[in-house]
């Protein structure tokens, strides 16, 4: 059921948002508890619509909200609960360009490139699949700023055709469990861990293997 209050559209769904709610709360303390990372509320969306209200919104549940404060990193299970209670049914989204940056590529080419980079024994943060089908690498800041160069170094010139990009400050992903656009939720390939999520490694560790195999998927399609 939908419904209005100061101009903000909420979308509820009873018992099963109530769990999701908790869910939602638990795991924005453990962001900020455990990992060390901000989190901002995000919109929801639910048939096209969007919870930030904007009838011209341009990408629906899938963006922080503008008039919502982040939870700093260090927050409780008390002061998140609190916070979140204030936005219900809130996405969970984090800031890129702090405490990671983000390097994303196509889900099919992200899965195969973590099987190799597993194998290899190379470092590794954690990494999320969206439902819109990309996988999103967390690797250390900067990153973003520094990726056309390294794509260059090694042979790449054009990091537009491997469908490889990345995300630095003033981006956001939406974090597990929450839904991305309505689309459905985002999920953890690799969850994070202690050394992985607070160190996340540096981007010219892992690039090599993700544009390699986001190249030859890209000349299978």
């Known amino acids: 059921m939908g419904f209005t209050i100061g101009g903000i559209r909420e979308i509820r769904s009873g018992t099963r948002r109530r769990g999701r709610a908790s869910e939602c709360s638990t795991a924005v303390a453990e962001f900020t508890g455990l990992w060390g990372w901000e989190v901002v509320p995000g919109a929801r969306a639910a048939a096209g619509a969007c919870s930030c209200g904007r009838g011209d919104c341009t990408a629906p549940g899938a963006h922080p909200l503008g008039f919502a404060a982040p939870v700093p990193a260090g927050a409780t299970l008390d002061e998140v609960s609190k916070a979140w209670a204030e936005f219900p049914g809130a996405a969970i989204m984090l800031p890129v360009g702090r ?11 992200g899965r195969r490139a973590l099987v190799r980079l597993e ?11 969206t439902p819109d089908g ?7 800041p900067g990153a973003a700023a520094e990726l056309p160069r390294l794509l260059y170094r090694m042979g790449w010139d054009d990091p537009s055709a491997l469908d490889l990009r990345g995300l630095g400050p003033g981006d956001h992903i939406t974090a597990p469990p929450s839904d991305r656009g309505g689309l459905g939720p985002v999920r953890w390939l690799r969850p994070p861990a202690l050394d992985s999520a607070t160190r996340p490694p540096a981007a010219r560790l892992l ?15």
């Open 119 to 129: 194998r290899m024994g190379l470092p590794l943060g954690p990494v999320a699949a």
């Open 207 to 221: 690039l090599g293997t993700l544009a390699y195999v986001a190249h030859r998927s890209g000349a299978r399609a």
């Open 134 to 140: 990309r996988a999103h690498f967390l690797v250390a």
């Open 99 to 109: 405490a990671f940056d983000v390097v994303e590529v196509a889900e099919p080419a």
